[in-house]
């Protein structure tokens, strides 16, 4: 059986999405594909997103900010979008959620922590969803 493919989206793949991708790959350990894109992305990861996930014990500094590109969504079983609007593609027999999350830009780090946190949570549960299908 393949590992199920999980993609995030936001609008700029620099904070949220980038976030959530980290958690997974830390807490699924290696047992989700996973993918992150942004529908505008970014030319660099936000830097405070990068602090407040380095605080918690997960390095995003390799990370770059990714094009959604139409593949990548057709491809994925689990989209997970944050943000991203009418810019997210749509596909038959898809899992979609859509995480209504603070957008870290311009935030100070104590609002980026608790972004942090609540993605935190819904990763653990999306993980938890995922090892028992």
Not at 44 to 49: H, L, M, W
Not at 59 to 69: F, K, M, R
Not at 83 to 95: I, L, M, Q
Request: net charge negative.
């Amino acid at each position: 059986m393949s590992k199920p493919v999980v993609l995030f989206v936001c609008v700029h793949n620099a904070g949220r999405s980038q976030m959530a991708a980290g958690w997974l790959r830390h807490l699924a350990g290696g047992s989700v594909e996973v993918r992150s894109a942004g529908s505008a992305p970014r030319d660099q990861i936000n830097p405070i997103a990068v602090e407040a996930m380095r605080e918690v014990g997960i390095d995003i500094t390799g990370n770059v900010p990714q094009l959604l590109e139409y593949d990548t969504a057709k491809t994925s079983d689990v989209i997970v979008t944050m943000g991203c609007g009418d810019a997210c593609p749509v596909f038959p027999g898809k899992r979609y959620e859509d995480w209504e999350l603070t957008d870290p830009a311009g935030q100070p780090i104590e609002v980026v922590r608790q972004v942090r946190d609540e993605i935190r949570g819904r990763v653990e549960k999306l993980v938890g969803e995922l090892q028992a299908a």
